[in-house]
């Protein structure tokens, strides 16, 4: 009755865990905390979670909080930029030449741009567009079942510099390619309580 238990307590456990990541995995953009003033390389992680590709992936840019200007090219997509009346940068959208985003699959999209002085946040309002004409909405609050991607700011330090003049990516900024995925994380430890799991339905027989 006691390994019983444990089992199903270590079930549950383990099934909440990846459905919180399945949960999360929506249009993220990183890093998820920068610096006021900081010149940055924010990388629009986008999942495809629906059985056809995504083939349109549309950014807004929040004005006042922060400055995009330089966009990197990827392979199988365009991209289009929006701009105001007085030449600023207010969005891109990047477009699939060929097949898009398969269910399995997710893309990264790289761009650089300068963190406001003033900036306390960066809310990243995203599109998601499918092969059929369907578009997820990412713009709604933290905790909705379509958030917008937050990327919270930290006051500039009282000495030294974080950034150059040439928009240098500053040291502290967490890239993309080094953010450790929710999904990774939920099935190690998965893997951790599974292994407790298991002496203690060893220990458990040898009592008996």
Known sequence: MFKKLI???GIMLIGSMLLAGIASAHVTVYPKE?????YEKFTVRVPSEKDIPTV???VKFPM???AVSRFEPKAGWTYELAKDT???ITGVTWKATGDGLASTE???????GKVADTATEIVWKAYQTYKDGSVVEWVGANGSDKPASVTTVKAK???GATTDSHGQVTAGSAAASGTTSNTSLYLSIAAVVLGALSLIVSLTKKRK
């Open 7 to 9: 089992l199903n307590a």
């Open 34 to 38: 920068s610096t006021q003033g900081s």
């Open 56 to 58: 349109k992936v549309e």
């Open 64 to 66: 006042d909080a922060v």
């Open 86 to 88: 007085a030449g600023k």
């Open 106 to 112: 997710f893309g990264e999209f790289n761009m650089q």
């Open 157 to 159: 330090a009282a000495t």
